[in-house]
């Protein structure tokens, strides 16, 4: 097709760039085993419980889903203490996001926030014909919640935050956001992306659940990808006060999350031990790994995830390379403008200690060659 078809728009995107696909990178090098450690993927997979009620919504698949997710809205509700009619569902937290942007930015109007975040945030406002402005983040990568503020002008619809942060895994001081939501003027609505929120390890720490009861105007953003294991199923969620929520729903597609992916979801939130379990074994290795890589000379940031964001001193397109050979898919930060960071996620016991291995051996031999 010519270029002369596509929209001015289109021609300004960038396709999104993901980790490296194991089948991709056993064919391509050769691999009998892969390790994935550029996506954020849960390393322990999906509760069997969520297995097993997927399994059982396969035979009903000749079946239309719930066209709103009726139930699963209503198992959120318990669970957070809101009412189901102020959730949407959707095919992930990208989707959600869509919507989100799709509902309140028309053309030139602004959405303000940080970089380096979650890429999807300018590819949608341009694609509405919004003004994406960018501020950079704080020098120890947190997002400028007060250069947000300044940056907000009469064309500003939406503020996002992305909490804790993709790439660096950085949180804001839970009563700083709490402030910065209270000072937003009132053309301008909030949002919150907790993609990761569920693995904030700081003890009554506020999220997007809280600051909803209190009335503030934010837009929360969740995932069952991450914490839930249920990436390869695609749901995700928003839930906002109803001035916010109408908007969602009024532009949602219908059927946006399928029968097998809803089924999971209502599972695994009521599977309360495999969760823990994650956040468990992710916390463990989380400490381990920031140690060792500490001990290799590595700069690690502190982290609210199930990554870690690692300055490693060198250039890591090169060191990504290394570990290709030997099976590893991490992910290099010299997209985001961090030529020698790296964002690797947090696997389980034994892919991190093969890992390790794989660094230290690519270390000696550098080291061998001075």
Known sequence: MSENLWSGTVNQLDPYIPGQAAKDAENQGSLKEVFRLATNEN?????????????????E??????????????????????????????????????????????????????????SEYHKNTLLVGGTPVEIPTTKDHKFDLEAILDAITDKTKLVIVCNPNNPTG?????????????RLPK????????????????????TGVEFMKEGLPVITIRTFSKLYGLAGMR??????????????????EPFACNRVAEAGAIAALEDEEHKQNVLTSNKQEMDRLIKEFRSLGYSVEETHTNFLFIDT??????????????????????????????????????????????????????????
């Open 43 to 59: 390393p322990l997979g999906a509760s069997p419980k969520a297995v097993a009620a997927m399994h059982q919504a396969v035979l």
């Open 235 to 252: 749901v995700g969620y928003a839930f906002a006060k109803d001035e916010f929520i109408r908007p969602l729903q009024a532009v949602r």
């Open 61 to 118: 698949s000749h079946y239309y889903p719930d066209l709103t997710s009726l139930n699963l809205r209503r198992k959120l509700g318990k669970l957070h203490g809101i009412d189901p009619e102020n959730y949407v569902t959707g095919n992930g937290a990208d989707n959600i996001i869509t919507l989100v942007i799709a509902s309140f930015i028309n053309p030139g109007d602004e959405v303000v926030y940080c970089t380096p975040t979650f």
């Open 170 to 182: 950085t949180i804001v001081e839970d009563h700083e956001l709490r402030k910065f939501f209270r």
């Open 313 to 370: 001193k060198q250039d890591t397109n090169k060191l990504s390379a290394e570990l290709f050979k030997q099976g590893f898919i991490i992910r290099p930060c010299a997209i985001w403008g961090y030529p020698t960071f790296a964002r690797i996620s947090i696997g389980s016991a034994e892919q991190n200690t093969k890992l390790l291995q794989a660094l230290k051996e690519i270390r000696n031999k550098e080291a061998s060659q001075v």
């Open 187 to 206: 053309h301008v609505v909030g949002v919150l992306d907790e993609a990761y929120g569920e693995f904030i390890n700081i003890p009554n720490y506020s």
